[in-house]
Nanobody
Framework: VQLQASGGGLVQAGGSLRLSCAAS????????MGWFRQAPGKEREFVAY????????YYADSVKGRFTISRDNAKNTVYLQMNSLKPEDTAVYYC?????????????????WGQGTLVTVSS
């Protein structure tokens, strides 16, 4: 599976962005998908997860209530809608695919990674 993240950019605090992650391969619908982010000088951290069917989602506490993960298996794409953005959300955002079942929020639990897209939130 190859992943291509897009949709990053510069936005003011309080604004919104929607990230997309397009996947290649006919088995996209069998993968759990996650979003992670890495701020300058910090470790890459979990943001959100969605199951292969879209029926289960999970969020980091820092984004709960502001971010929404979704997927369209017909388009081989997963999304991250980000609202009420804060300067501390500034980071490179990565999408990742997991062939195993169930919730996963650790980096090593994911098998494939996209290249990342930069989100900058100004105060």
């Amino acid at each position: 599976v190859q992943l291509q993240a897009s949709g990053g950019g510069l936005v003011q605090a309080g604004g919104s962005l929607r990230l997309s992650c397009a996947a290649s391969g006919r088995t996209f619908g069998s993968y759990g998908m996650g979003w992670f982010r890495q701020a300058p000088g910090k470790e890459r951290e979990f943001v959100a997860y969605i199951s292969w069917s879209g029926g289960s989602t999970y969020y980091a506490d820092s984004v709960k209530g502001r971010f929404t993960i979704s997927r369209d298996n017909a388009k081989n794409t997963v999304y991250l809608q980000m609202n009420s953005l804060k300067p501390e959300d500034t980071a490179v955002y990565y999408c990742a695919a997991r062939s195993g079942g169930g919730l996963a929020f650790r980096r090593y639990e994911y098998d494939y990674w996209g290249q990342g897209t930069l989100v900058t939130v100004s105060s």
